[in-house]
């Protein structure tokens, strides 16, 4: 056995994106409040148990942010008032919202210890095909919906929690749960929530723990700096057609967070852990800059940087363990490397394995690291995602965690330590005399640029930024104005890195075109804070640019339309030759199950647009009463035509023509015709709508419930067509 001493800095990296929609104020996702409530608070406090182990957290400015909002009760949650909502209440659309998102788990895992949880799952699997229809709701009772709601979020409390008095009766209850046990769950969770960030003040106080940081929105800052050095790993890398050269951005955000963590803290950060662990010479430049005084990566970068062989075993680790200076004009930043084998093994592996196999399996490599190593001190740099990996352990990671922290407190040989801690009595005293361009994701920056659909998002973003600049050039001194720092604050957010991780092929989620909304709609509230005309292109989805998602099944349309405007299929032939996307091919069966909209079928004689929208519910049923189905037209003019489904009301208008005025939609003179029965017809007057004959028209059929968008159509397009003159058929014919 080596006499040496082997220093673990173990950095568990918590993250999640911004999921307040700009446009509301609302959390659209609740990953904050229930990762908080299952991952955040526990994985600080389990060190209490073991005084001796020394840990790094890597927290990001815009996840502390968003714990501050729950902390001060000012988070308006969807999810959290759908949970809080009393069963019997439940609108039609809010029980299928439910049934269609609140399964978003490791289902078989959680089967085990919570068997109704998983019998409501497969029971909603079963009636997926009916479950848009009254027959099918109607399986479910308003107590299925109380269980619903208090298992929902009694799965993501962390089992440290659920040993505590005033929950553990709720805890051990196998069916029938009353709206007093789920209020007292919800309280439980949003108490968790609220005490986060206090469980990290006081242990940083006690020295247990070192909080790093990243930049503030999660950019790559790399890209930010030069997107170009995306060609240093991928030579041909397709690049966005705006160029990407901002390190003004990079040092903003990395500023913005320097700050920010001293007013949460009371000190500045030591630490950067660059977003996904992505660095470049110049990036690091601006991040001792600031006044970091260390920075992590991968060993993939390491490699490059010596010009050892990527995936090189022995080659790297010979380099692996220890810090390097790399020099700036501010100074050197100390740089450390994750051994990327030790990393995945507990971010992949290891919860495949019984816990005490996993953990010998850990202590043995770094067993092996200190027998190997030529340094006298090796540092074993262990960074991963610290939040997601839990729910597919066992006792969400409980059990591993205890028992490796068990034995690091006792490990001979074994020493854990901060990462500042380790440079504090080890500096560096190798040198990096340069830093490839990378990432901790094989080394390049594919995940992030030069799919198609993240070049579209970039040249979005590029122009929005142009936009904003030439509006400062045109308004001297606004730079202090609060208009245009909220503004800023949009560029910023949509620089993050999360949008781009889900544009493309490599990721996939249930919610990729929420995330495309939500990244679409920071960019519009640039443009209507400052009172500009949003480009129309705003209004489409970035998901399927370059064709490369599957498409409803679509065709143009063939010719002029005479339909009776009657609510009804009045025959085969009525809207045959008109414009159709059939969106029962598109999506999976769940996404199907659950739209409003079937199909929608668009038109036109030379004076009239006629839309047809065929819904999966009957449009004036009461099941569809927070329903608004809005044809929108986004270009040349900005025009919608909105139609509320539901039982005729006189509170406002069954239909509205509607034109865009600076941030808001107002009611135009217009004359549609109109019908509701058992499918929505439409039709307007082109003049009404200030379309001219040889007009291009850009539109898209968006379904809203209670003010927010759930369904847009087509999903990866935007529908297109001419504005016909009188000579429309016979120059089809002709042709």
Not at 108 to 130: C, D, G, H, I, S
Not at 251 to 262: F, I, R, V
Not at 609 to 625: E, G
């Amino acid at each position: 056995m080596s006499a040496k001493t082997v220093h673990l800095a173990i950095v568990w990296h918590m993250h999640q994106p911004v999921y307040k929609d700009p446009k509301t104020g609302v959390y659209v996702l609740p990953w904050v409040r229930l990762h908080a409530a299952k991952d955040y608070g526990d994985m600080v406090s389990i060190l209490n148990k073991f005084p001796d182990v020394r840990v790094t957290f890597n927290l990001v400015p815009c996840l502390l942010e968003q714990l501050e909002d729950y902390a001060r009760g000012s988070a308006k949650d969807y999810f959290l008032e759908l949970s809080r909502k009393p069963a019997e209440a439940l609108s039609n659309s809010e029980k299928l919202y439910i049934l269609k998102n609140f399964f978003l788990g490791r289902m078989k895992k959680l089967a085990v210890k919570y068997p109704l949880y998983y019998k409501l799952y497969r029971k909603t699997l079963t009636l997926q095909e009916t479950l848009s229809k009254k027959e099918g709701l109607s399986k479910f009772t308003a107590q299925d919906f109380i269980d619903l709601q208090a298992l929902y979020n009694l799965v993501w409390l962390d089992p440290s929690y659920l040993k505590d008095p005033d929950i553990k009766s709720v805890t051990e209850k196998s069916s029938g749960f009353t709206s007093d046990d789920r209020d007292l769950i919800l309280s439980k969770q949003l108490a968790i929530t609220s005490g986060v960030l206090q469980t990290y003040r006081e242990a940083l106080s006690k020295g247990q723990i070192e909080i790093s940081t990243s930049a503030y929105f999660h950019p790559i800052l790399p890209l930010l700096c030069d997107a170009s050095v995306a060609r240093q790993s991928i030579p041909d890398a397709a690049l966005p057609k705006s160029p990407i050269r901002w390190p003004e951005d990079a040092l903003a955000q990395l500023t913005g967070a320097a700050e920010y963590y001293e007013r949460l803290f009371g000190r500045p950060p030591r630490g950067l852990w660059p977003s996904e662990g992505s660095v470049s010479g110049e990036a690091l430049e601006l991040a001792r800059k600031v006044g970091f005084q260390w920075a992590a990566s991968d060993e993939d970068i390491l490699a490059r940087a010596k010009g050892k062989p990527r995936g090189g075993k022995r080659e790297v680790r010979e380099i692996l363990y220890k810090p390097y200076a790399f020099s700036t004009p501010s100074g050197p930043i100390s740089l450390v490397f994750r051994d990327k084998v030790l990393s995945d093994l507990i971010g992949f592996t290891y919860m495949n394995w019984p816990t005490s196999a996993a953990v010998s399996d850990f202590i043995l490599r770094l067993r092996k690291i200190a027998d190997q190593s030529q340094d006298s001190d090796p540092l074993v740099a262990v960074i991963l995602d610290g939040e997601n990996c839990w729910e597919s352990y066992q006792n969400d990671g409980q059990d591993f965690l205890n028992l490796l922290y068990e034995k690091l407190s006792s490990e001979p040989g074994i020493k854990t330590a901060t990462v500042s801690e380790y440079l504090e009595r080890f500096p560096a005293t190798s040198r990096l005399e340069s830093v490839p361009a990378g990432s901790w994701i094989d080394g390049n920056f594919r995940i992030w640029i030069g799919h198609a659909e993240d070049n579209a998002a970039w040249d979005l973003l590029a122009d929005a930024r142009r936009a904003l600049l030439e509006y400062i050039q045109e308004h001297p001194g606004s730079e202090e104005n609060e208009k245009v720092k909220a503004a800023w604050n949009e560029i910023y957010t949509a620089e993050g890195s999360d949008w781009y991780w889900w544009y493309g092929e490599d990721n996939s989620s249930p919610f990729d075109f929420l995330f495309d909304e939500l990244f679409r709609n920071h960019l519009i509230n640039l443009y209507e804070l400052l009172s500009l005309e949003v480009p129309s292109n705003l209004y489409s989805p970035v998901i399927g640019a370059g064709g490369t998602k599957p498409q409803a099944i679509a065709a143009p349309p063939a010719g002029l339309l005479r339909p009776n405007i009657d609510g009804k299929v009045t025959h085969y032939y009525e809207w045959r030759l008109g414009g159709y996307c059939d969106l029962s091919k598109s999506g999976g069966s769940m996404r199907q199950a659950l739209s409003v909209v079937r199909a929608l079928y668009y038109g036109f004689d030379v004076e009239n647009l006629y839309v047809r929208v065929d819904t999966t519910v009957k449009p004036t049923s009461t099941d569809v009463s927070e329903i608004t189905v809005v044809f929108e037209i986004a270009s040349p003019v900005r025009v919608r035509i909105r139609v509320k489904l539901g039982p005729d009301g006189k509170a406002e208008p069954r239909v509205a023509v509607e034109k865009r005025v600076d941030s808001t939609w107002e009611a135009i003179p217009a004359s549609p015709k109109w019908a509701l029965l058992d499918i929505i017809e439409l039709a307007v007057p082109f003049i009404d709508l200030g379309l001219l004959p040889g007009s291009k028209v850009d539109a898209v059929l968006l379904v809203f419930r209670e003010g927010m968008v759930v369904e847009s159509w087509p999903a990866q397009e935007k529908l297109s067509f001419l504005v016909p003159s009188r000579e429309f058929e016979s120059n089809m014919w002709n042709a």
